[in-house]
């Protein structure tokens, strides 16, 4: 089943367009990477699908409904579950308070997501405001998975995070992946990513301009969509 269906996405900041002409569909249990250079408009894509930016023009369907005009708060009932760029959660409430705020029923429990971050659930009684960055990104999954959504959706999860902590946050991907859950995925680091994903999709300045197996994406087509 077709769990997000993009097509012709145009969303605009402003009067400043951002993106012309996007079409982007991810399966139940499919990894999708979200790929582009700086700027091409990854961030707005994902921004649009969940409402935060809205889109001008085009349509996005999830589980076969219209979402393009709903509310964030209903497309997130609905099952998409978004780990922001920058890490959002709670600072005055506990690491498992944060947790316990976003749950729903699902096999995505807070016993799941301490498994899944044994540092979290070393931490679990502490305010989430004093947990370091990293940590506050893995409460950040944390708290989308345990909405069990339909469809994660993680934005540059592990940028700008000290390697060791990179690690336990792709090992969780990993993990996660492995239990089946549908992703779409944002980041730069292709060699982790790339092993996560079924499909990648390119955007360039704001338009879909390749998509397919991480195994088709050659040195060539890298070079010339995702080269610096
Ligand atoms: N709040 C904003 N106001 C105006 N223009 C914006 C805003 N956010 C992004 N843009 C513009 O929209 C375009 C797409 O940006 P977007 O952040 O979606 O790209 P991206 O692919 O996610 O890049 P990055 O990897 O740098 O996060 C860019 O031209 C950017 O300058």
């Given at each position: 089943?077709?769990?997000?269906?993009?097509?012709?996405?145009?969303?605009?900041?402003?009067?400043?367009?951002?993106?012309?002409?996007?079409?982007?569909?991810?399966?139940?249990?499919?990894?999708?990477?979200?790929m582009?250079?700086n700027?091409?408009?990854?961030?707005?894509?994902?921004?649009?699908?969940?409402?935060?930016?809205?889109?001008?023009?085009?349509?996005?369907?999830?589980?076969?409904?219209?979402?393009?005009?709903?509310?964030?708060?209903?497309?997130?009932?609905?099952?998409?579950?978004?780990?922001?760029?920058?890490?959002?959660?709670?600072?005055?409430?506990?690491?498992?308070?944060?947790?316990?705020?976003?749950?729903?029923?699902?096999?995505?429990?807070?016993?799941?997501?301490?498994?899944?971050?044994?540092?979290?659930?070393?931490?679990?009684?502490?305010?989430?405001?004093?947990?370091?960055?990293?940590?506050?990104?893995?409460?950040?999954?944390?708290?989308?998975?345990?909405?069990?959504?339909?469809?994660?959706?993680?934005?540059e999860?592990t940028e700008?995070?000290?390697?060791?902590?990179?690690?336990?946050?792709?090992?969780?991907?990993?993990?996660?992946?492995?239990?089946?859950?549908?992703?779409?995925?944002v980041d730069k680091t292709l060699?982790e990513l790339?092993?996560?994903?079924?499909?990648?999709?390119?955007?360039?300045?704001?338009?879909?301009?390749?998509?397919?197996?991480?195994?088709?994406?050659?040195?060539?087509?890298?070079?010339?969509?995702l080269?610096?």
């Amino acid at each position: 089943m077709r769990l997000l269906d993009i097509q012709g996405l145009e969303t605009f900041y402003g009067k400043s367009q951002a993106l012309f002409g996007v079409d982007l569909s991810v399966e139940e249990g499919e990894a999708v990477a979200l790929m582009g250079r700086n700027g091409m408009g990854k961030t707005t894509t994902i921004r649009s699908v969940c409402h935060l930016t809205p889109a001008q023009s085009g349509s996005i369907a999830f589980a076969g409904r219209d979402i393009t005009r709903m509310k964030p708060h209903r497309i997130a009932r609905l099952g998409v579950g978004l780990v922001p760029e920058g890490r959002r959660c709670f600072p005055n409430l506990t690491v498992e308070e944060n947790i316990l705020a976003a749950a729903r029923p699902g096999k995505w429990t807070l016993d799941g997501v301490n498994a899944l971050f044994p540092r979290l659930a070393e931490r679990r009684d502490q305010y989430a405001s004093t947990l370091s960055g990293g940590e506050q990104q893995m409460l950040a999954i944390g708290r989308a998975l345990a909405t069990n959504p339909r469809l994660l959706i993680l934005d540059e999860a592990t940028e700008g995070l000290a390697p060791v902590i990179r690690q336990d946050i792709w090992r969780a991907i990993r993990a996660i992946r492995a239990e089946g859950q549908s992703i779409l995925i944002v980041d730069k680091t292709l060699s982790e990513l790339l092993p996560v994903a079924d499909r990648c999709v390119i955007l360039e300045k704001g338009r879909t301009a390749w998509t397919g197996a991480p195994s088709a994406l050659t040195e060539d087509i890298q070079e010339r969509f995702l080269g610096v």
